[in-house]
């Protein structure tokens, strides 16, 4: 038996590549001591929430 694969739309894996990325870069920006960075890696974070939740809240309204 195979399982019905999920759809997932574009929107949301690139938000959570957003999240990904972005929680690299906050974690090398507070291990080499650069804030610039971790601030930078945090907008990304959010970033990629707002958008991955966006998208799956357009995907779970539409028929």
Known sequence: M????IRMPG???AGIG???MGGI???LGE???R????LYGLAMVGGG???YM???IIAKRSP
């Open 2 to 5: 195979s399982k019905p694969k």
């Open 11 to 13: 929107g949301a894996r």
């Open 18 to 20: 957003l999240l990904i």
């Open 25 to 27: 870069i906050v974690g």
């Open 31 to 33: 291990y080499f001591d």
């Open 35 to 38: 804030g610039a960075w971790s």
């Open 49 to 51: 929430f707002v958008l």
């Open 54 to 56: 966006v998208s799956s």
